[in-house]
């Protein structure tokens, strides 16, 4: 009810400045349209008294009217514009920026953008307490996940003389992708709420990732896709290796199960930033899969505990993830002028 409302009252005010352009359009022709008709009803020796000087004159008060109506009406609806353009921007970075939810502040006073902006923060904040509870219910899940995986592998463990070598072998391997993917889940939401901090170590970039492309090469052979990997920079970085993975895990799945064709991953140098993008087409409304957009929130936890910028948009058919990291380099000159104004102030 209220969204309609909101569009009803958006489309009002749309309506009215275009109303408004129309009808200064209208009475600025009217005025013309009724000068000429006027000066050509004089008599001749009247109009043979019209200087070039005189009509110069009038054509520029006739400019100068149709700029005094036509200057508060845009201004006027580039405010309109203005205000709706930075809650859209606003919304847009808080969306992209990971768990990181501040409130939207807006420089248009009127109280009808002032109670949108309200609700939109009342929002976030609803938001962020439905993924904090998602997060534990998330946790307590895997965590009661633990006992009875470790029961059927000790019963399996008990079982195994008198069954086929090859169903022991299979289910030997389901519990171990039981037990890491619950591991893994106990690990998020470890590094989440903040119990775990980043492990780093100094490596080259394209190194660790394409240790971790790897077997995403196979999983596209084998699909009859293609995976297009360039990392065209040398850079290092100080990275937890298995937070980077479980984002670049994250990133390659998604991009596997809801997309089509070509994955591309590319890796670019900057001046003090290594940027990994992934890209690729995403599925049709027609054949598109249901997603929770839980990967994408993991990434966003992941790369905010991690200390990496990450943002992510879908552009009609095509998908985008962009990486940002701090390099090596860039992370010692930030330390050593750190330190030099320390030492300054001492």
């Known amino acids: 009810m209220r969204e309609g409302r909101l569009a009803s009252e958006m489309r009002s005010t749309k309506l009215v400045v275009s109303l408004a352009c129309l009808v200064s359009a209208g009475l600025g022709i009217g005025i013309a349209l009724a000068a000429t008709s006027i000066w050509l009803g004089q008599p001749a020796e009247f109009r043979s008294q019209l200087t070039p000087g005189l009509l110069k004159f009038w054509a520029g008060s006739a400019a100068a009217t149709v700029a005094a109506l036509l200057v508060p009406i845009w201004i006027v609806r580039h405010r309109i514009n203005d205000s709706v353009l930075q809650i859209t921007n606003a919304l847009l970075e808080r969306r992209t920026s990971g768990r990181a939810l501040p409130a939207i502040n807006s420089p248009n006073r009127d109280r009808e953008y002032q109670r949108l902006v309200s609700e939109l923060n009342a929002l976030m904040v609803a938001f962020k307490v439905c993924q904090n509870r998602l997060d534990q219910y998330a946790a307590k899940v895997a965590h009661e996940l633990r006992g009875p995986i470790t029961l059927l592998q000790l019963q399996l463990d008990y079982a195994a003389k008198e069954l086929e070598p090859e169903f022991v072998d299979a289910m030997n391997l389901q519990i171990r992708r039981l037990t890491e993917y619950v591991d893994t889940a106990l690990f998020i939401a470890k590094v989440a709420a903040d119990k775990i901090r980043p492990n780093k170590t100094r490596r080259r970039i394209a190194e660790v990732i394409q240790e971790i492309v790897n077997p995403y090469e196979l999983r596209a052979a084998g699909e009859k896709r293609r995976l297009s990997v360039e990392l065209s920079t040398e850079q290092e970085a100080e990275l937890d290796e298995r937070i980077f993975g479980l984002i670049l895990h994250n990133l390659l799945s998604n991009a596997f ?90």
């Open 257 to 346: 199960a809801h997309g089509v064709g070509e994955t591309r991953l590319r890796l670019r140098r900057g001046v003090d930033t290594a940027t990994l993008f992934v890209g690729n087409r995403v599925r049709t409304k027609l054949n598109a899969e249901a997603g929770t957009g839980i990967g994408l929130q993991t990434i966003a936890t992941l790369a905010a505990a991690h200390g990496l910028r990450f943002r992510s948009r879908r552009v009609f058919n095509n998908y985008a993830a962009v990486l940002r990291i701090t390099t090596a380099v860039a992370r010692q000159r930030h330390g050593s002028e750190t330190v030099e104004q320390a030492g300054s102030l001492g």
